[in-house]
């Protein structure tokens, strides 16, 4: 079965410094689709980058970056110069194949604080 | 653009009661998706929908029903409610089964 793993609950990051946020997945699949998203404390879900299990470069959206380790099962989350507005809590996803290819299986999610 | 709406935004229900929730969105998406989450949990698939007229079932379609009679809304029913029912609940809609995007969700309580 196909599963997203976050390990890190709660991260801490000191304004305009680098933060990375840990996503593994497990999957059986040779094509597949791994997404982060950002959920503020307003509720609503923003999508932030996208990375396609075929894509050979690491995905970048501004500050966003997208560390691919196709082997390691790995797709963590790189924001650079963090600002206070970066304050929330990140999910990372991946979308589902076959029958459930619609699904995408959400990790649990890691809140994360930036510091003045 | 609105993106994708959701109604309503807040609403309590007692247990047995029915209710609908809206989706809709302007982006001309064939594809769209009812999500729900609970306390430290991420987003799980209730159903979604590949065009008009089309439904199937998510991971946890079980209590809900669905019907997508237009392509830009998306209904998600609850006939009988009950409080293992509570929960936030979030559309989504798509071009194809990549990118989704997510509407500002519906905080449902049922009593």
């Known amino acids: 079965a196909q599963k997203i793993t976050q390990t890190q609950p709660g991260m801490f990051v000191q304004e305009k410094e680098a933060v990375t946020l840990d996503c593994t997945y497990d999957t059986s699949d040779q094509s597949y689709g791994l997404f982060w998203y950002k959920q503020p404390s307003s509720g609503e879900m923003i999508f932030l980058i996208y990375q396609g299990s075929y894509d050979e470069q690491n995905a970048t959206e501004g500050r966003y970056s997208l560390n691919f380790q196709k082997a390691r099962k790995s797709a963590n989350l790189v924001i650079s110069a963090s600002q206070l507005g970066d304050s929330a809590m990140y999910f990372c996803?991946?979308?589902?194949?076959?029958?459930?290819?619609?699904?995408?299986?959400f990790g649990k999610g890691t809140k994360l604080s930036v510091k003045p | 653009n609105a993106g994708v709406t959701q109604t309503p935004k807040f609403r309590v229900l007692k247990t047995g009661q029915s209710m609908t929730l809206l989706c809709a969105q302007d982006m001309n998406h064939e594809y769209m998706y009812w999500y729900r989450q609970d306390p430290g949990m991420g987003l799980r698939l209730i159903h979604y929908?590949?065009?008009?007229?089309?439904?199937a079932k998510g991971e946890v379609p079980d209590g809900y029903n669905v019907s997508r009679l237009k392509k830009q809304n998306f209904l998600l029913g609850l006939e009988s409610a009950a409080p293992s029912q509570t929960s936030v609940y979030f559309c989504?809609?798509?071009?194809?089964?990549?990118?989704?995007?997510f509407g500002p969700g519906t905080r449902l309580l049922v009593l």
């Open positions: 929908s590949v065009g008009e007229g089309t439904t």
């Open positions: 989504a809609s798509s071009w194809d089964w990549e990118t989704q995007y």
């Open positions: 996803a991946m979308r589902g194949t076959g029958g459930s290819q619609g699904n995408l299986i």
